[in-house]
């Protein structure tokens, strides 16, 4: 069994910075790939920030250059650092992450609880 917990999120002003963490914990051989997703109200959830096992990352564009994601393989935790923060930064934040629980097993999405992040204008 696999679990993620997310943590940090809040309530900011617009141009404030926030920190996001996630741990992975549970029967984990290997992490593909860990994510940050939002879901806004009303609407669908999106990728935010993504990294993969060997440290490339990708980004929306609407974060590209304020938000930064960061990883410990070793501990299985990722951050993702949200800085210049917006109004339209409001939503729950999801920790996503494809995770096998065997070295030769397809590997499986996982997802944390969420974090909900209010921006105020």
């Known amino acids: 069994q696999v679990q993620l917990v997310e943590s940090g999120g809040g309530l900011v002003q617009a141009g404030g910075s926030v920190r996001l963490s996630c741990v992975a914990s549970?029967?984990?051989?290997?992490?593909?790939?860990m994510g940050w997703y939002r879901q806004g109200p009303g609407n669908q959830r999106e990728l935010v920030a993504l990294?993969?096992?060997?440290?490339?990352?990708m980004y929306a564009d609407s974060v590209k250059g304020r938000f930064t994601i960061s990883s410990d393989n070793a501990k299985n935790t990722m951050d993702l650092q949200m800085n210049s923060l917006e109004p339209e930064d409001t939503a729950v934040y999801f920790c996503?992450?494809?995770?096998?629980?065997?070295?030769?097993?397809?590997?499986?999405?996982?997802w944390g609880q969420g974090t909900q992040v209010a921006v105020s204008s």
């Open positions: 996503g992450a494809d995770i096998r629980t065997a070295r030769w097993r397809a590997g499986s999405r996982y």
């Open positions: 549970g029967n984990i051989a290997i992490i593909d790939t």
């Open positions: 990294i993969t096992g060997g440290g490339s990352t």
